[in-house]
């Protein structure tokens, strides 16, 4: 199921609700899609939206790749902070409150 949710009126955070359970923790998946500026008309997927493990909030990961060095798995993040993590915060803040929305929306007895 997708859902979205505006953040700003350039910027538009979609939903796609794990309703499989698998991977366990895992509660959905969040695009950006960006309707002006330079970006626009383009999408920046792979945000990943994970119940913590101590079963106390959630956490959002971003787009990495993953490749090898001399047998070893490293990761490679694919949108980093230019100088501080504030514009970082700001992605994880508007994904966990689009998220949020939905999930209340799922839970209200009209849906």
């Known amino acids: 199921m997708a859902k979205t949710h505006t953040t700003t009126s350039n910027l538009t955070v979609k939903i796609v609700v794990n309703d499989r359970g698998n991977p366990p923790g895992k509660l959905a998946d969040a695009e950006l899609h960006f309707s002006d500026g ?7 997927i792979g945000f990943g939206i994970w119940e913590r493990r101590s079963g106390a909030g959630r956490d959002v990961t971003f787009p990495a790749r993953q490749y090898a060095v001399n047998g070893e798995r490293r990761s490679f993040a694919l949108l980093r902070p230019i100088a501080d993590v504030t514009a970082q915060e ?12 939905v999930e209340a929306v799922t839970a209200s007895p009209d849906a």
């Open 90 to 101: 700001g992605v994880r803040a508007a994904i966990l409150a689009a998220y949020a929305e």
């Open 38 to 44: 330079p970006l626009a008309g383009l999408k920046l």
